[in-house]
């Protein structure tokens, strides 16, 4: 992505933000993975699904997931591809890292959507983050019968590894300890989705941290958080820093930058690509 060379009064904004804030809440969405490398479609998509993309005919890791495929070893043979990919594989590009350097001496906080793991990889700490939506990692009963959430590293690179011809082999669908149904994909796509312990104690860390700074001077960094979700991050965050007075709320992100004109006063709003305005944001540009 280009970056948009009008910005710099918006970047010096941010940094001065970054620097006077009490603390910093990261609100961040798939844009934030997509600056990072993680897309979802174009070469990446074709060079690791060419074969169902063929097969198909759909064009991206998005579309493949919904597909309704006649056998649970190709169900298990794509989403095992995709959470290597997307898992348990670093980001071709450096921007959480840099995002981690600019707040890690930091009081934050991070909320996202995203469920790639990218946070924890870069160094974030695990009790700093609430992952609202879901984790690559994780498996949940289809059912679901229970309200538990298992660890899927190793079964996922067997998948990924041994699969041929689009198909796992049978013996490796993941079941149900419990009930002995099919395992799915712990990710929030309909109401069968779990919140088990870990979701629910990040989620009272979470309301607890914004509970104790909404009187503070909190930094409320959105990044790239599209029109899909804005229950979950935007909203919350506009209506954050319009009943605090000394908030702020940023907004990064290529295309979509904007906010309501009540906080406009207390907004920056930066339009362009996050990586970018992090790499000058960090080398102090």
């Known amino acids: 992505m280009a970056f948009t060379q009008d910005c710099s009064a918006q970047i010096n904004a941010l940094k001065a933000a970054l620097k006077s804030c009490d603390c910093v809440v990261i609100g961040a969405g798939a844009g934030l993975s997509t600056s990072a490398g993680f897309t979802y479609s174009g070469e990446r998509f074709s060079k690791h699904f060419a074969d169902f993309e063929q097969k198909y005919g759909f064009h991206d890791m998005y579309s493949g997931g919904f597909y309704p495929y006649s056998s649970l070893e190709e169900f298990w043979a794509f989403w095992s591809r995709n959470v290597m990919l997307n898992r348990y594989e670093a980001p071709p590009r450096p921007v959480y890292d840099e995002l981690y350097l600019l707040v890690k001496d930091k009081d934050y906080f991070v909320l996202t959507t995203n469920v790639d793991h990218c946070f924890q990889k870069a160094g974030f700490d695990k009790t700093r983050l609430f992952y609202t939506q879901g984790d690559y990692g994780l498996f949940q009963c289809s059912e679901p019968c229970h309200s538990k959430t298992y660890d899927n590293e190793d079964i996922i690179r ?27 994909m712990n990710l929030r796509c309909d109401d069968t989705f779990v919140q088990d312990d870990g979701w629910a104690e990040a989620c009272a860390r979470y309301e607890d941290f914004v509970h104790k700074h909404k009187d503070t001077r909190v930094l409320y960094l959105e990044l790239g958080v599209g029109s899909n979700t804005p229950v979950i991050i935007k909203y919350p965050f506009w209506r954050l820093t319009s009943q605090n007075p000394n908030a702020t709320y940023a907004c990064v992100n290529y295309g979509e930058a904007a906010c309501p004109p009540q906080i406009q006063s207390r907004s920056i709003c930066v339009n362009a690509d996050i990586g970018e305005v992090l790499t000058k944001l960090k080398r102090g540009e």
């Not at 998948?159 to 799915?184: F, H, S, Y």
Request: with cysteine; glycine share 4%.
């Open 158 to 184: 067997r998948m990924a590894a041994e699969q041929k011809d689009m198909k796992i082999q049978t013996e490796l669908i993941p079941r149900c300890p419990v009930c002995g149904k099919p395992m799915n």
